[in-house]
């Protein structure tokens, strides 16, 4: 059986370090911590006198070796389950945990060319929209203290990093492309960058995870569901019937509108309730550099049809919409 090892020199830890000062002992959370999951990795510190207590906590991974789906136990930049399968950070930031046999997928990942356009689209505001009207859900959410939030398909890292920033709370971004994965953790390297096949068994241990976020990304319901805490959420956002259709009526030659959210919570049935819904849309005139970064963004972006229909185009007004469900898991 193979262990994935990607050799990379010393580094720190990039899990989030989180701090409390203790008076006199450990506090509560970090004993409820260590007895829930055994992830935490308390060090006393003095510091200003004070007595302190520092975590670095690990995230909540777990093996990828075919049934094993032990805990990854993170020492430095080195992830290891308790059968001895292990993993390392590469040098550029993220931990591969991609099996061989989990390679396939129905839509491999994104080229590094095509989250290169989603980073550059999203430095100049268009498809901001989702990742603030996610933000200001998050805001109103309750958070346990030791939350963990993932995100599958995490592509360039925008949404997760904006998601972890206002709710300062630790983040694992998973994503079957290794370029998105690099990308993502020389951006925000204090985060967890994951390169696994988010359409085979997550890797998280059962109930390791507060939010699960799929913007536009993978769907896995039962996975999802095994890996959520109770009381925890996922939020699903997919493209509403009116995304990018002017951009889509220009190449297909036909004006197609069609709303997956029925498909959607009927798929999650089996293990979600729906606890909310929200629509989100923006509206931006674009010259040819922005539409050809859209088209690239998406998979007929790779048409070289599709990229010739829009060369044509000096400028076109685009909207990007869509539908986002709150699910919660059934259980608990
Ligand atoms: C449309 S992009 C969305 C990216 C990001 N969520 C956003 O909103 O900007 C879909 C992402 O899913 C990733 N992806 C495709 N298949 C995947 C799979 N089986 N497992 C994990 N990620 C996958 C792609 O590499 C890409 O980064
Ligand atoms: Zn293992």
Redesign the pocket.
Known sequence: MRRPRVRSPRRPANFSSLEFFVLPSCPPTLQFQRRRSDLFCPQRISHHGASTCSLTASPPLACTVRDCGLALIQRERTFTCARGHSYDRARTGYINLLQPQDRR?D????SAA??DA?ARL?AAGI?RA?IDDVDRWLLRTEFPSDAVIA??????G??LAACTAVRRIPGVG????TA?ARLAARRFPHLTWVV????RRLPFIDHGLWVLL?????RNPEECARVLMGGGMLLV?VPAAGDLVELRTHVQGQRVERSRVDMLVKEHQPFFKVVERFSVREQHTLGHASLKDLLQ??YRGERSSAQEQVASLPTMRVTLASDCVVFAPLRG
């Open positions: 997928s839509r491999p990942g994104d095509a989250v989603r999203l498809g989702l995100d599958l398909g995490s592509g360039s925008d949404a998973v994503d079957l492309s998105a696994a096949n988010a359409d799929s913007l536009h990304g993978r956002a963004s998406t």
